[in-house]
């Protein structure tokens, strides 16, 4: 690594990869597999991700907003693009001109999405969002003929996809609640046809539901959290076992990395940090780290974290600061300025996983990923 850089982050090629094969394999023949890269991928970075999916077998790229579509585009990236999220009015034009298929379920997007496709004389396409259970996003069932209809009475707009996602399928191993919104999803999708509306794709699968439900893999997957090597919960491990889905090797892609700016030795019984909330109860030698929580690394690890240095961990002292942190190395031999500092990931036998990080911090591992600040190099390695 360069000795200019105080912290980045390191994507395994080789991991991600491995798991869209993982996926590929898990879903039936035909079924495409649309790779979530909203919030800069999960945090991994989002051409540096979409980069090697777009090579290796993904059909579709989900994004959360246009602009982050737009930079997909910029990047050469020729593979379907779908807008997760709401599209401002004043921006459809921008989709449109560039092939950008978009999440529906309003009136007013309809009827100004018509105006602008006839503007550019070409077929805006939508994936229409039914309301199934969530509550969030989406087309209430009570409204759902209407708005066919609606879009129906317009000519240039083609209807790419039908989906809609699930309220607490990660949270539980007891899914009667998700087979009730996959119940209400087939009724919607009986009303498309009733009404006369094709579609290519209906989609529905979050990771967990594609890893769980072979009946919700339809015509394409949602891969999100398992692309990066993550699991989205322990109930979805457990329930995964209890179907004998073992062989499911998901590998994490990412590594956090930093170095030591300084070490140091205090005296016994001397205070560490900000507000004296920590000290040490024996002459010790010290760490200073330049990353705090303003490059994402959470202020509730206070004096409960640990990094891996030399591949021994070395437990946080006293409170993260904003560009910089603590830690004990009293028992680490040879540590010196400029040693490498594993933040979170994997050294030989001993880790730092999202998961232990988002325990010990009251979260979940979507939020350690995400949060890591997106001006930090993302570096691929092989």
Not at 28 to 50: D, Q, R, S
Not at 226 to 249: C, V
Not at 264 to 292: L, R
């Amino acid at each position: 690594m360069s000795n200019e850089i105080i912290s980045w982050i390191e994507i395994s090629k080789k991991a991600l990869i491995n798991n869209i094969n993982i996926m590929r394999s898990r879903v039936k023949p035909g079924v495409k597999i649309m790779a979530v890269v909203k919030a800069n991928a999960y945090g991994h970075g989002l051409i540096e991700t979409a980069t090697i999916a777009a090579v290796n077998g993904v059909d579709f790229f989900g994004v959360n907003c246009l602009d982050e579509a737009l930079r997909l585009r910029s990047a050469k990236i020729k593979t379907p693009v779908l807008v997760l999220g709401y599209t401002p009015l004043a921006r459809l034009k921008d989709a449109v001109s560039h092939d950008i298929s978009l999440t529906v379920y309003n009136a007013e997007s309809i009827n100004r999405l018509q105006e602008t496709a006839a503007k550019y004389k070409k077929n805006a396409r939508v994936h229409i969002k039914v309301e199934t259970g969530l509550n969030r996003q989406g087309v209430e069932a009570q409204n759902l003929r209407d708005f066919l209809l609606r879009v129906k009475s317009k000519k240039n707009i083609e209807v790419e996809g039908i989906s809609t996602h699930y309220a607490n399928i990660e949270d539980t191993t007891e899914h009667t609640y998700a087979k009730k919104q996959v119940e209400n999803f087939k009724e919607a999708c009986e009303l498309f046809n009733r009404e006369e509306i094709a579609f290519k794709y209906r989609h529905t699968a979050c990771t967990a539901a594609a890893i769980l439900f072979d009946e919700v893999h339809f015509e394409m997957i949602r891969l999100g959290i398992g692309l990066y090597g993550l699991w989205p919960s322990k109930e979805t491990k457990i329930s995964a076992y209890e179907r004998k889905i073992n062989e499911f090797n998901l590998m994490p892609v990412m590594k956090w990395k930093s170095i030591i700016a300084q070490v140091k030795t205090v005296e016994a019984n001397s205070c560490i940090g900000y507000g004296c909330s920590d000290f040490v109860t024996q002459n010790s030698k010290i760490a200073i780290i330049p990353t705090g929580y303003y490059d994402g690394y959470d202020r509730k690890l206070s004096n409960s974290g640990y990094v891996i240095i030399k591949g021994r961990r070395a437990p946080v002292l006293g409170r993260i600061c904003m560009n910089m942190f603590i830690v004990d190395v009293t028992n680490i031999e040879g540590v010196k300025c400029e040693d490498e500092v594993l933040l979170l990931g994997s050294d030989g036998e001993d880790s730092v996983s999202a998961e232990t990080l988002a325990s010990k911090i009251g979260t979940i591992n979507y939020e350690v990923v995400t949060r890591i600040n997106e001006t930090l190099p993302r570096i691929v390695t092989e």
